[in-house]
């Protein structure tokens, strides 16, 4: 069950290929004893494995061994450093807005000229 | 509206329903993760193990998944990583250097008594590591490359390149079986 060396490779990656290189498989393989076998052989692996790797079951006492453990504990809700760093930066710029608009506006400078003529 | 398993997982965890959303993604997930780590490990019971200790990590992970990906890919990702480490704990504890020329390849390559039924996938167990570990999840869930190629931490070329050799090593081992 040896396939021709030059259809070899296409061969193993014949769900890959594009519909005009696949027609030329197919048409080698039409007149090809080994290389129909080789593509079969390759079928009957994609079947087996297919249907072996989605049959595999978890041991269902070590399941409820696992729901024993999470039953105790609580998902961990980790609260991000970033969102707690943009604060902080939202609060700085709300309050450098706030100063900016304030001195724009004369308020700071009022403020400034009346606590300056206050007699006390 | 949900569409798939993924979907429906997504939709609880994003409605922070943990428990509904573990149940399903272990009843979903779970047989597929066992193959996972036995392609690993290649050992059932260690497996297992692994496989427990998973679970339990993602239980406590669920409100950390990010929708950047699907479900089974993070599950899957976690998965691998906990049972390198493990390969790596057990390789540490081996009496035999690994660093020795060819012993690694000789640790990656065998797997030992497979437990799960078919030739096929006994003949799986004799691939390298890398091999084994994509085509298992090329099969699970005929995943795209390029999610193989994230949950492997490497590049998609390299994961088409695994997948192609090991089914062209399996080919040739089932033919050389099948004649005995």
């Known amino acids: ?120 | 509206m949900p569409t798939t398993r993924d979907d429906e997982i997504r939709a609880l965890l994003v409605r922070k329903r943990f428990t509904e959303a573990f149940e399903l993604a272990m009843s979903a997930y779970g047989g597929r993760m066992l193959g996972l780590a036995f392609s690993i490990l290649g050992d059932r019971a260690e497996a297992e193990d692994a496989v427990q200790d998973v679970m339990v990590r993602i239980w406590r992970a669920l409100p950390q998944f990010r929708a950047d990906s699907a479900v089974s890919t993070w599950i899957y990702t976690i998965t691998r990583n906990r049972c390198l480490t493990m390969l790596k704990q057990r390789r540490a504890h081996e009496p035999v250097s690994l660093d020795e020329p060819g012993t690694r390849e000789a640790a990656e390559s065998v797997v030992a008594a497979p437990a799960l039924e078919s030739d096929v996938w006994t003949l799986l167990g004799t691939l390298p590591l890398p091999y084994r570990q994509a085509l298992t999840l090329f099969y699970a869930e005929e995943k795209s490359y390029e999610e193989i190629a994230r949950i492997l931490d490497m590049p998609i070329g390299t994961v088409k390149t695994h997948i192609h050799r090991g089914r062209k090593l399996l080919a040739s081992l089932y033919g050389e079986a099948r004649l005995k």
């Open chain 1, 1 to 120: 069950m040896t396939p021709c060396a030059a259809f070899e490779d296409r061969l193993i990656d014949y769900a890959d290929l594009r519909p005009g290189d696949r027609s030329v498989i197919d048409e080698h393989v039409a007149g090809c004893a080994a290389c129909r076998e080789y593509l079969a052989t390759l079928r009957e692996i994609d079947t087996k494995l297919t249907a072996d790797v989605r049959a595999i079951q978890f041991n269902p006492e070590r399941y409820a061994e696992v729901r024993r453990q999470t039953g105790s504990m609580r998902p961990v809700v980790r609260t991000s450093r970033l969102p707690e760093w943009l604060d902080f930066v939202a609060a700085c710029a709300v309050c450098a807005f706030g100063y900016g608009l304030a001195w724009q506006s004369g308020v700071i400078a009022y403020l400034v000229s009346a606590l300056s003529a206050s007699p006390n």
